[in-house]
């Protein structure tokens, strides 16, 4: 068997999942791919969702665009995902485009596995969107983004607590 | 309240949730791992390689604590569950940042991994024996009537991929070592015509196809010019991406299985969880990503998978009714077979003799590889029939 490198791996896959986003009608609803230059460093546009029948309108016509920078170790290790700031004003979204969700992170308590994909993880991050009621920020977003300034989300420990939004 | 939220928490209240980063409640209490653990902790030097969850919260709450923070009862807090949720950070000037925390956790993980690679070398049972020499008196009597039936085991890195990393790598040591091509045949078969059951329980092709290649690859390289050897095994199986992409395959084949039989497995999943949790719930939370330990429904649901039959010896405390003291059976080691549905049901009468091709040694929170003695004429009567 030809033994391949970490990156090979993840370079295979990471194409893999750009030929999808470069399908009108394999890519996920809402999400455009603006840029993937170079091949590891993606920007993503995610379209604020429509509100549901009798909910808040509270992202419509808005656009917001997402960083992912995939490592060495993709699919093995989560992508580094965060908005661009300015990020949706959400209850789990901080002012400096940090994300609280699950999937996103790896060890103890996240939620990532090999078997998702950026794909997957833009439909869930649309669908936080959706199911928001509340324009508002996490509590301590100042203290937060003060604290973590230029760095990257997954140097942050999480903790995942809340499925209703 | 509990949450990490800077500004709005007692100096305290903040600190107790730094150390607790563990697991969600529910996955502490069906995980075969963290807290069932202690059980098990006397006597046992595995205890510091296997039990990375510990280790790592320990040390993580004395860095609070060198810092003059009070750290109480961490692990209880996780327990009062409040909605929200926030990066767990307070907002002491002297708490560690979570930029210290990781880095001592990556140092405590790169410690590990330099004293247990991803699978070991074989060893002799007495090393086992060794291990437990302070031990309990149960551990030590089990341990010998285990050297009846086993003669060697390979430690494996606990690291939550322990079942999976054991059984892949006991299954293809076997088939180099005996050169069996018909089951080589078959197992490769078996795994390409989940290309299709995977896809239809929802896989994307793109996060198998790479795995599956690198499996089947290894498997094919037997009885070519330059088959696959145990050294080189070794060598893929603690290989950085090698290692975790077979298990990555291996996980999807788990959870495929259970989504594919989810009115079988459905009643197992409710009995382990506390909360409602569906079938593919469990799946994407406790089956598909790395780490995640394995409890029966996983081992059922490989053996199913890949029809290779598994033998689980039991090595914990548990003593049958002769405990009292009386009789030799007290130290009788539990094992349980777990056998592929078809083979049992083809076998029939013959089913209790389906032989087991992996054997694993489990100890609470932890799986090895078990290499049975060889096989005399005389006995192999009597090792069929128990």
């Known amino acids: 068997m030809g033994t391949r490198s970490p990156s090979q791996i993840a370079m295979r896959r990471i194409q893999s999942e750009l030929a999808d986003w470069l399908l009108d009608d394999r890519r996920p609803e809402g999400c455009q791919l603006e840029s993937f230059e170079p091949l590891m460093s993606w920007v993503v546009v995610i379209e604020g969702p429509d509100a549901a029948p009798g909910m808040p309108k509270l992202y419509n016509g808005e656009r917001f665009r997402l960083r992912v920078n995939f490592s060495d170790r993709y699919p093995l290790d989560p992508p580094e995902v965060y908005f661009i700031p300015p990020s949706p004003v959400h209850p789990h979204i901080y002012s400096n485009g940090h994300i609280c969700l699950d999937i996103l992170y790896d060890g103890d308590n996240g939620g990532w596995s090999p078997a998702l994909t950026l794909g997957k993880v833009a439909i869930s991050l649309r669908s936080m969107l959706a199911s928001n009621t509340e324009l508002k920020r996490p509590p301590g977003d100042q203290e937060y983004c003060a604290r973590t300034c230029g760095r990257s989300p997954k140097q942050t420990r999480w903790e995942f607590e809340d499925d209703t939004v | ?386």
């Open chain 2, 1 to 386: 309240m509990r949450s990490a939220y800077a500004g709005n928490e007692s100096p305290a209240r903040a600190e107790s949730s730094v150390g607790a980063i563990s697991h969600q409640q529910n996955a502490e209490t069906f995980t075969d791992g963290a807290e069932s653990r202690p059980l098990q902790s006397v006597g046992d030097h595995s205890v510091g390689v296997s039990f990375a969850d510990n280790t790592l919260r320990t040390s993580v709450n004395s860095v609070s604590a060198a810092v003059g923070d009070s750290v109480d009862e961490p692990t209880a807090e996780i327990v009062s569950s409040t909605p929200i949720l926030g990066p767990n950070q307070g907002e002491e000037v002297s708490r560690p940042t979570d930029d210290q925390i990781i880095a001592q956790e990556n140092s405590i993980r790169a410690a590990e991994a330099e004293k247990m690679p991803f699978v070991g070398t074989v060893e002799p049972l007495s090393a086992l024996e060794e291990e437990y020499r302070q031990g309990s008196f149960v551990f030590r009597e089990k341990i010998r009537s285990l050297e009846m039936q086993y003669g060697s085991m390979r430690r494996t890195r606990g690291d939550g991929n322990c079942f999976f990393r054991s059984f892949m790598f006991a299954f293809m040591e076997k088939l180099v070592q005996d050169n069996d091509l018909t089951e080589r045949n078959r197992v490769v078969t078996c795994i390409r015509q989940w290309k299709a059951k995977l896809i239809a329980v929802g896989f994307q092709e793109l996060v198998f196809e790479d795995a599956m290649e690198i499996v089947i690859d290894q498997l094919n390289s037997l009885g070519t010019t330059e088959p696959l050897n145990v050294a080189q095994l070794e060598a893929n199986m603690r290989d950085a991406m090698l290692s975790p992409m077979i298990i990555m395959l291996l996980r999807m084949l788990t959870s495929a299985e259970i989504q594919r039989r989810s009115d079988f497995f459905a009643p197992f999943i409710m009995g382990m969880c506390d909360d409602e949790i569906s079938v593919e719930q469990f799946c994407r939370r406790y089956v598909e990503p790395m780490g995640e330990e394995s409890d029966h429904v996983h081992i059922v649901a490989l053996t199913n998978a890949l029809q290779v039959p598994i033998r689980v010896v039991y090595l914990d405390r548990s003593v049958g009714a002769a405990m009292a003291g009386v009789g030799y059976d007290s130290a009788a080691v539990n094992h349980h077979d777990f056998v592929p549905d078809a083979l049992s049901e083809s076998a029939s009468a013959a089913a209790a003799a389906v032989k087991p091709r992996v054997h694993v040694l489990y100890r609470p929170g932890h799986y090895d590889i078990l290499y049975p003695l060889p096989v005399t004429a005389a006995d192999s009567t009597q090792i069929a029939s128990c």
